[in-house]
């Protein structure tokens, strides 16, 4: 099947620690997204890439690192400095070219205490 | 910058009632136009999309949603609605040549009760 698979689902951390989330495609897609969710705010994207190896910074990049050393991965560290870390998020993928339709996977729920 | 608004947070409807979810957008270029749908604690799932051609687009489901050039609407509609169609559903904007990254509204909860 191909998709788009987040690991793991739910995540707990305690707070000052690092954390990255897992994200794989086998869609062959280029293009690669993260964004976060939170209750009534809808989705902001944290970083896109467009590329293997070149990534840009989305609209709340702060205390967030990516890396794309390959086509099919994007992972995600949610660093100590992210003040509000709590959050749901979403990886997507597109295609790279066209009318900007994105696929979801199934998002990891990530709590820190 | 395109932005997008869905001015309904919670828009509770009995079933087999019809339904409209709002979507307002603003852009200064031409824009492909898109409703995502979310279940409980999982992911987005494309419901339709509007990139040229014919304004009016249709789910499999029953949705259907106008693309109005004049009013920057992109409404969704659905004649009559299921107990299944509760869930949270996303307007989204993307500009032509604009490398494909889309801009999300706040979302409308759609409640269907019995």
């Known amino acids: 099947d191909g998709g788009i698979t987040q690991s793991p689902k739910y995540l707990f951390r305690k707070e000052g620690q690092n954390v990255t989330l897992s994200c794989e495609q086998n869609?062959?897609?280029?293009?690669m997204y993260w964004y976060r969710q939170d209750p009534g705010q809808g989705l902001r994207l944290i970083y896109y890439?467009?590329?293997?190896?070149?990534?840009q910074k989305g609209d709340i990049a702060e205390g967030y690192s990516v890396s794309r050393e390959k086509k099919e991965s994007f992972p995600l560290t949610v660093t100590s400095a992210q003040k509000n870390p709590t959050a749901f998020y979403l990886c997507?993928?597109?295609?790279?070219?066209?009318?900007?339709?994105?696929?979801f996977g199934p998002g990891t729920r990530l709590t820190v205490t | 910058a395109q932005s997008v608004t869905q001015l309904d947070s919670q828009v509770p409807v009995f079933e087999e009632a019809p339904v409209e979810l709002r979507c307002n957008y603003s852009?200064?270029?031409?824009?492909?136009l898109f409703w995502y749908v979310q279940y409980p604690n999982q992911g987005l799932q494309l419901l339709l999309k509007?990139?040229?051609?014919?304004?009016l687009v249709e789910s499999i489901n029953g949705f259907e949603a106008e693309f109005n050039k004049s009013q920057t609407s992109f409404h969704l509609r659905k004649p009559s609605v299921h107990i299944s169609d509760t869930a949270e559903y996303f307007c989204?904007?993307?500009?032509?040549?604009?490398?494909?990254?889309?801009?999300f509204g706040t979302g409308t909860q759609l409640k269907v009760e019995l």
């Open positions: 890439s467009q590329i293997v190896n070149d990534f």
């Open positions: 997507a993928s597109s295609p790279g070219q066209g009318a900007g339709e994105q696929y």
């Open positions: 509007y990139l040229s051609g014919s304004t």
């Open positions: 989204a904007v993307s500009e032509a040549g604009g490398g494909n990254k889309l801009t």
């Open positions: 852009s200064s270029v031409s824009v492909y």
């Open positions: 869609l062959n897609h280029d293009a």
